[in-house]
């Protein structure tokens, strides 16, 4: 499983690693990193599942949710706003969860449960349709 995290801060992304690698003990991972949006838009398709700040110095908020939200991706935005307009806005883009900086670790892990949970959900349906499609053929 390939976890991109994409975070300006170096000292911010290392906290967030530490957290993955602590998440995935038992699991075989790699954590890709990249620290502008024009980095994160060359490495998006390698990753399983995308753990995204905001605020990017060469993106503002609203292209970030709008290029690096995707709906077929597993993503947690990952913040130091607390602001509900924001929060719905990624929601509502396609975001699986939402992880305010600081916050505690349990909800950490809650939220990339809940990204881990929604892309094993979307790569068991693709296995069984690729069976059906078999069927067919």
């Known amino acids: 499983m390939k976890v991109l995290i994409i975070e300006d801060s170096e000292a911010t992304a290392a906290v967030i690693s530490d957290m993955v690698k602590q998440f995935y003990a038992t699991v075989e991972?790699?954590?890709?990193?990249?620290?502008?949006?024009?980095?994160?838009?060359?490495?998006?398709?390698?990753?399983?599942i995308v753990l995204l700040d905001?605020?990017?110095?060469?993106?503002?908020?609203?292209?970030?949710?709008s290029e690096l939200i995707?709906?077929?991706r597993p993503t947690v935005v990952v913040s130091g706003t607390?602001?509900?307009?924001v929060?719905?806005?990624?929601?509502?883009?396609?975001?699986?969860?939402?992880?305010i900086k600081g916050g505690s670790a349990?909800?950490?892990?809650?939220?990339?449960?809940r990204a881990t949970a929604c892309r094993e959900r979307r790569s068991k349906l693709a296995?069984?349709?690729i069976a059906e499609l078999e069927k067919v053929k």
């Open 106 to 113: 349990q909800q950490f892990a809650v939220e990339l449960l």
């Open 29 to 48: 991972h790699e954590i890709l990193t990249a620290h502008t949006a024009a980095d994160a838009r060359e490495m998006i398709d390698d990753a399983d």
């Open 87 to 99: 929060v719905t806005r990624t929601i509502d883009a396609g975001a699986t969860g939402y992880w």
């Open 54 to 65: 905001l605020n990017l110095p060469d993106s503002p908020p609203e292209k970030t949710i």
């Open 70 to 72: 995707r709906k077929d």
């Open 127 to 129: 296995t069984e349709l």
């Open 82 to 85: 607390d602001d509900h307009e």
